[in-house]
């Protein structure tokens, strides 16, 4: 046996590697059977951390496209509802650098909630059907009213209303909601920041 | 009718930064005359001139970032750790090396860092570990302890003149014997004498630890021992590194053979044994927080130091072994979290490792 | 002596009780006016039940619980309620909230009431809703309903039942003279709890060890009870529910449960007196005990204090001096928070009002950096590793800061005592725990509005599905029909194809006789057309087939003939079109000449726009303004006019106009006030 490798040293290896790679071959090919992945992780984890507001700010129709967008690549910084955290988490996620929000798709805004001035609506529909979350009522030619609970702040039934009886008010603070804010930094890194910006302006 | 509006607690403790630091400083002071008495006016000069430095340094550093320097010059940080390098580099050094040290502890160790609280080492030991590996010779030659010889100490003027000159300059230092290598350096290159042989032979053994040196110890385990009262740290570093510096040597002593490592005695009283446990291995900002982290930070700087002590080329090595726990500070603290109440205990293998 | 446990951490700060507790429970009297916040207590908050202008008596219900974790809420005086509406209340957001206020006519006369005799011969339940009727909520901290936690829990057997008398917060002494003066009370509100809660090992009374007088005056109450009165050695904060079970009993509520996890209830001493004199006596909760103190009050004591007095009303009873108090903090100096004005009124949960002078609580030093000194953990009652902590919530960690246990931190501030750096501690945890709730409360959200989502994606495309499956149905049933009446032979078939869209092109033809002639015309122009291009191809078939010297020449020929009698018949048909409408004839060509002309009305229209904007640029500000005017102004004329068509003919439109011309009316007197201040301007 080991002569014979010896003597054809050549033929040893490649009959060695044949005979490696066939079991492994076939180890593999049963793996990706076996623990095969239904649909795209990666999207679905990016989407995971989207605020599915669906407001489309980031040129995409609804949070999943976006997702599957950046799953392929699209950069992390057009969603304007998520803002820095969001951004921050997507960072962590796929472990790129997290940039600032690209200002271009709108600004990181204090949430809202849309609410119709109900005796100016003339029950058109139109924010009805452009609202992607279902979270508008009423019929044609009835008062519409918003749920506000699953209005996610969109503003997208503000631009087709025609009688312009939609408005996105701040959600206001209230005793239960209210919250300790963090401590003014006084000193370190963040004003590194600020003179570092300064010297570059 | 405008009150103020903060958080709670509305109340705070006795101590601040500043006063942590101060006492510090103050418990320096019995193993500062220690040394002062053995070694002449050298540390002093060493410690001022330090203290001089660094506060320069610190301003300097402070200024270039934009800091209010008053603020932070009031936290005593840098004139700690100016006073601990100044009584690791030996006396009648030249101005120069002591500069140099603490310009590398200030600037580099401290503030490129982001200053007080984010150095992830010892300020102090890294100045000290520049300068070893820097300036070897500068580095180890220490003064004689007056004891070890005939001779007087040099007088202030003398030694503020070496600080300037070097010690070229003043003709005591042409003295044979004025300098000679400690006694862990001789312990170290021993391997024919038993250890008793070596206390009859050199007088620079002293009683314990060598002569000064055990002084100079048992000067900063007093001052340990007052911080301890004052709840500036707490027990579980110093003390558990002594006990494994305590462990190891008794291991290794074997009665006294020519191999010996020296007595658990000796070791505790030698060099910059007590000096480090109480002033090195407590430092806050590198060391680890919890206290079951603190044990194992302190009992492995016990087994690095004695292992370098006795092995490794330095003769001394608290600012390596330090140095080396420091890496292994958050690391430590990742692992031995404390079981929060209401929890089981966490089982940390389970969770995502590392920080 | 019992065996205590001992907590990790905790501080010793200054105890400062000395100055309150040496004088005995002073009544504060009866304010003016008395507020109400209708939620005193966690859960949902009170419904008011009465209206404004009505008298009430004293202890009457002005708002009941609503659901329930709720807690009703009684008039402590007799008097007038003169408003119902948002005021201040003790909160540490400074904001308002809804409140009844109460304006007192002096008499402080009681609504009829009584206690029950032997509350042992009632059921618990019913003992229960007799707790809940006087509107008893925990008195110590937070203000959970009390009915809630006596309620029966299933399965759940208590026990321990822990009595709360550690009061472990510098400054207040509430409870400690509570102990002192009324520990009959409080004994026989326990035997109360007791029958309720049914504590099968024991019944605990856990006082620190600060307080003699108040060990001494339980042990006298208790004697011949199964009430043990315990005492611990003083530490902040042995006095949290949490520490006070593992003080007294060595177990540890798991982190996100409820004592009553671990065969535990636990009441707050104030409670206990709450709960005697509802069941003994039929009073509602309108009172309680509050500790007045800090150097910058005169008279330091313990008032009985009726619920709804306003603060400045207790510190004007103490000898207040506003210049040299720097903070009023509702609660103690560790966890209590300060108040904005003294205006809000005492609640339920108030048990210290403390009026400190800059030297006693100096405002906070600025913080430095933190030097991971690790005091913070040495002193922190949960265990946790508070720099750490801190770290994570300046980084806004949230996942590590979960890992670390955050959600256990009781916000004690032992660390931010214990800190030499004066970093808030305390609050960075508060920002980042509320940080993380928010964003747990996104997170359901988001998934919520993504179901949504994906529920009317999923709806619109069944919608369009059924739309398509529709159409296809119809062509289908088209094509059933053309085959039904058809024969076997392909070529039949689609010569009867032909002719059925002749026929339908044909039957068209009436129903587009309104339309324009023009659109005949393009009609046969288009068969023309066609025809010419089949007579091409069948021609240049032809050509071909000759030259093949094919079987078919003979039959293309044919079909060339055919093909051009074709054409020659659909020319002749156009031509007599044209004929029969020659006025139209004239405009055979007018496709051409409407092209120049809507040239010419886009190079009109770009002269126009060009000249109109050559004459806006030279325009002055104050001409654009003018102009401005007049446009909104023959605006507003129109809709005014449509407005007046509408409502002649009674249109269904009428409102939609008439909020148009209330809008243009605005618009205008907008371009008016422009114009008008333009001018003013220039002449200025």
Known sequence: MTELIA????????????????PFGGLLGFAAVKFKTEGNPIADQVESLLPQTQCGQCSYPGCRPYAEAIANGEAINKCPPGGESTIQALADLLDVEAVPLDAEHGEENVKTVAYIREDECIGCTKCIQACPVDAILGAAKQMHTVIVSECTGCDLCVEPCPVDCIDMLPIETTLQSWRWNLPKPVEILATDRTTDKEVAA | MALLNITSPHTSGPLDTGKVMQLVLIATIPGVLALHWHFGWGVLINIVWASIAALGAEALALALRKRPIKFYLSDFSVLVTAVLLAISIPPYSPWWLITVGIVFSVLIAKHLYGGIGYNPFNPAMVGYVVLLISFPIEMTTWASPRQAYDGQLPSLIES??????????LPIFSLDGITMATPLDILKQNSTLTVEDLWTKFPQFGQWGGLGWEWANIGFLAGGIFLLTQRVFTWHAPISMLVSLTVMSAFFYDSGSSISGGS????????????GAF????????????????IIYGALIGVLLYLIRLWGSYPDAMAFSVLLMNFAAPFLDYYTQPRTYGHAKKDRSKSEGGQ | MRKVWDIHGGIHPLENKDQSNQLPIEFAGIPEQLVFPLSQHIGAPAVAIVGVGQKVLKGEMIAEAKGLVSVAVHASTSGEVIAIQDNPVPHPSTMSAPCITLKSDGKDQWIEHQGINNYLNLDRTELVNHIRNAGIAGMGGAGFPSAVKLSVRGEQTVETLIINGTECEPYITSDDCLMRERADEIIAGIEILRYLINPMKETLIGIEDNKPEAIAALNRAAEGTAINVVSFPTKYPSGGEKQ???ILTGKEVPAGGLPGDVGIVCQNIGTTVAIYRAIAHGEPLISRITTVTGNACDHNTNYEVLLGTPVSYLLDHSGFHQKKCSRLIMGGPM???????????????????????????????????????????????????PQQLYWFSRGKEYEKLEDHNLMDCIECGACSYACPSNIPLVQYYRASKADIREQKQDAIKAEQSKMRFEARQERLDRQEAEKEAKRKARKLAAEERARDNNNPDPIQAAIDRAKAKK???????????????????????????????RLVTAKEKLKQAEQQGSDNVEAFRTAVEKTNSKYLKTKQELITFNAVNPALSDSSSMPAEKKILTGDAAQDAIAKALAKRDAASSMTDEERLQNAVSAVTKRLQKAQQKLAEEQRQEGEHIDLLTNAVAKLDLKLADADAAYQQFQNNNHD
């Open chain 1, 7 to 22: 003597q054809y040293p050549f033929f040893a290896a490649l009959l060695a590697l044949l005979v490696l790679g066939i």
């Open chain 2, 160 to 169: 503020i003149t070496v600080l300037f000159s070097g010690r070229d300059a």
């Open chain 2, 264 to 275: 658990p005695l000796f070791h505790l009283l030698s060099g910059a044994t007590m000096f």
């Open chain 2, 279 to 294: 002033f090195i291995v407590t430092d806050p900002v590198t060391s680890a927080v919890s206290n079951k982290g603190k």
């Open chain 3, 244 to 246: 006070l079970i593992q």
């Open chain 3, 335 to 385: 966890m209590g928070f300060t108040l904005e004005n003294s205006n809000v009124p005492i609640v339920k949960t108030s048990n210290c009002i403390l009026a400190p002078t800059v030297d006693e609580l100096p405002p906070p030093t600025p913080a430095q950096a933190c030097i991971r000194c690790g005091m913070c953990a040495e002193v922190c009652p949960a265990s946790l590793l």
């Open chain 3, 503 to 533: 026929a339908s092109v044909k039957s068209e033809k009436p129903a587009a006789e309104n339309a324009t002639e023009s659109l005949d015309r393009a009609r046969l122009k288009e068969v023309l057309a066609n025809v010419e291009k």
